[in-house]
C-alpha cells in the first residue's frame, strides 16, 4: 500500500484528484477544487454518482443544465453553519462558477443511476454533538445513512475541538460482514484552524501490518483503506475534517479495536 498522505498538488485549481484506480481501490473517489471569483469547476462521470459540497465560499452551479442558482453561505468552514451540497447522479454534466473564493469538494462512488439531481442542504442539516469529555466533536450529517440521498456515498463533516480526539474509539469498518461490520474505503479531507497548526491521524490494523501516524496539514487528504483511524487535534488547533465512504452497501457498522472496549 502506498502512502496514505495525499498533499495538495497546489494553490487553486483542482488540487487534489484521487480515484479508485489511485488508490488502489474500488469504491471511493474524491477531488478537491479551490477556485477564484471566475474560476469554473466541471465535471460528469459515467456510472458514478457525485456529491458537491461548498465547503467554503459561493458558486453558481449547474447539472443537467439547470441552474441551482448562487450556493454556499460561508466564507470560513469554521463557521459550523451547514455546508450548502448537491446530489448529481450518474451521466450528469455539472458546472460551478465561483463568484467568490471557492473550494468545492466532489465525492463519488459507483450508482446504477434513476436518482434525480437534488440539493442536499443546508436545509434538513444541522450541527450535533457526538462523543463526551475529550472525545466530543461536532456533526454535520450531508448524508449519512439515516438520509437516503445516495446510492453508495456516504459523506459528513466533523468539527474536533482543540485538545480532542475524533474516530475514536479506534474502529474499523473493512469487512463485510453485515449487520456486525461493513466494508467501507474512507477519505478524510483535512482543514486546521489556524492554518499553520497540525494535527495527528494513525491507520493501523490489528495485527499491525499496516501501521502509519501522519501529521496532517491543512488541505491534506489521508486515505483509509482498512484499519482503525483516529485523529487527535492538538491544544489551541481546532481540526475540521470531511468524510467520504463507500462500499457494496450503504451502511455505516464498525467494530472497536479490542484492546478500547473499556471506553465503552
Excluded at 495525499?6 to 474524491?30: L, N
Excluded at 436545509?123 to 466530543?136: K, M, S
Excluded at 501529521?215 to 488547533?237: F, M, N
Aim: with cysteine; hydrophobic share 35%; proline share 8%.
Amino acid at each position: 500500500m502506498a502512502g496514505l498522505l495525499r498533499k495538495a498538488t497546489g494553490q487553486s485549481g483542482k488540487v487534489h484528484a484521487i480515484t479508485p484506480e489511485m488508490a488502489e481501490w474500488s469504491y471511493v473517489g474524491f477531488d478537491l477544487w479551490r477556485l477564484a471569483p471566475g474560476d469554473v469547476a466541471q465535471g460528469r462521470l459515467e456510472g458514478r454518482e457525485a456529491i458537491l459540497v461548498l465547503v467554503e465560499g459561493r458558486a453558481e452551479v449547474t447539472a443537467a443544465g439547470d441552474s441551482h442558482g448562487e450556493m454556499g453561505n460561508r466564507m470560513s468552514v469554521f463557521d459550523r453553519t451547514p455546508p450548502h451540497a448537491l446530489y448529481v447522479p450518474p451521466g450528469i454534466d455539472w458546472r460551478a462558477r465561483a463568484t467568490t473564493d471557492c473550494t468545492l469538494a466532489v465525492c463519488t462512488a459507483p450508482s446504477p443511476g434513476g436518482r434525480p439531481v437534488q440539493r442536499l442542504g443546508p436545509e434538513g442539516i444541522a450541527l450535533e454533538d457526538r462523543g463526551a469529555g475529550t472525545n466530543l466533536r461536532h456533526i454535520h450529517n450531508i448524508a449519512m445513512e439515516g438520509r437516503d440521498v445516495a446510492d453508495s456515498l456516504l459523506v459528513t463533516e466533523v468539527y474536533t475541538p482543540g485538545g480532542h480526539w475524533s474516530s475514536y474509539p479506534p474502529h474499523r469498518h473493512d469487512v463485510d460482514d453485515f449487520p456486525r461490520v461493513t466494508y467501507l474505503e474512507e477519505t478524510y479531507y483535512h482543514r486546521l484552524n489556524p492554518a499553520q497548526g497540525f494535527g495527528i491521524q494513525r491507520v493501523f490494523t490489528d495485527d499491525l501490518s499496516l501501521d502509519q501516524t501522519m501529521a496532517v496539514a491543512d488541505h491534506d487528504v489521508v486515505l483509509v483503506p482498512r484499519g482503525h483511524h483516529p485523529c487527535a487535534a492538538p491544544h489551541g488547533i481546532e481540526m475540521y475534517y470531511l468524510n467520504v465512504m463507500a462500499g457494496p452497501r450503504r451502511n455505516w457498522r464498525f467494530a472497536l479495536h479490542p484492546d478500547f472496549g473499556f471506553l465503552t
